[in-house]
T-cell receptor
Framework: EAEVAQSPRYKITEKSQAVAFWCDPISGHATLYWYRQILGQGPELLVQFQDESVVDDSQLPKDRFSAERLKGVDSTLKIQPAELGDSAMYLC?????????????FGEGSRLTVL | AQSVTQLGSHVSVSEGALVLLRCNYSSSVPPYLFWYVQYPNQGLQLLLKYTSAATLVKGINGFEAEFKKSETSFHLTKPSAHMSDAAEYFCAVSGRAGNMLTFGGGTRLMVKP
């Protein structure tokens, strides 16, 4: 069964360091999302891509976060510098199309701990 | 703008008992509504979705949900809880502009033997 792949699964870093997360969506899925899930809360959208273009990054803290999907396939989310409040699960999801009824398929997430 | 409120961050039921997880939504356009389940240290998996067809939606693992426009609700139910149902459940809404999901805060379901 096709899956959304994410790495690393776990990352521990010190504040002010740089971290990066990678996501490979299900083959053929044009839409890719990065969500942040703080412990005990629901996921919050950080950025949405359609192919290589950003559809929505209004909730992405652009002073320290960046995301790219250069060839419209896999994607990288970067944080530099990391802050204590960035500790969370970072979830990548993909869907076949941009329509509102499409199912999102989630990866297992990357759990970040900032010390 | 759209939002979701899940009443009760923790729900505990006995094995075999009815499961009822509450979700109320707010949306300026006719909503599409979803329930996702998350097991510890895993991603989210779709349980079911409402996309303006039948108001009673059946999903996987014996779960179902009923869309009630007059109550702006989309509660999740299962007639008989199983130990394997213990997980976190998220209600989510999307609008017609795209499938950016807005999630509720989640309800952790605990099942007692």
């Amino acid at each position: 069964e096709a899956e959304v792949a994410q790495s690393p699964r776990y990352k521990i870093t010190e504040k002010s360091q740089a971290v990066a997360f990678w996501c490979d969506p299900i083959s053929g899925h044009a839409t890719l999302y990065w969500y942040r899930q703080i412990l005990g809360q629901g996921p919050e959208l950080l950025v949405q891509f359609q192919d290589e273009s950003v559809v929505d990054d209004s909730q992405l803290p652009k002073d320290r976060f960046s995301a790219e999907r250069l060839k419209g396939v896999d994607s990288t989310l970067k944080i530099q510098p990391a802050e204590l409040g960035d500790s969370a699960m970072y979830l990548c999801a993909s869907s076949f199309s941009l329509g509102p009824t499409g199912e999102l398929f989630f990866g297992e997430g990357s759990r970040l701990t900032v010390l | 703008a759209q939002s979701v409120t899940q009443l009760g961050s923790h729900v505990s039921v006995s094995e075999g008992a009815l499961v009822l997880l509450r979700c109320n939504y707010s949306s300026s356009v006719p909503p599409y509504l979803f329930w996702y389940v998350q097991y510890p240290n895993q991603g989210l998996q779709l349980l079911l979705k409402y996309t303006s067809a039948a108001t009673l939606v059946k999903g996987i693992n014996g779960f179902e949900a009923e869309f009630k426009k007059s109550e702006t609700s989309f509660h999740l139910t299962k007639p008989s809880a199983h130990m394997s149902d213990a997980a976190e459940y998220f209600c989510a809404v999307s609008g017609r502009a795209g499938n950016m999901l807005t999630f509720g805060g989640g309800t952790r379901l605990m099942v007692k033997p």
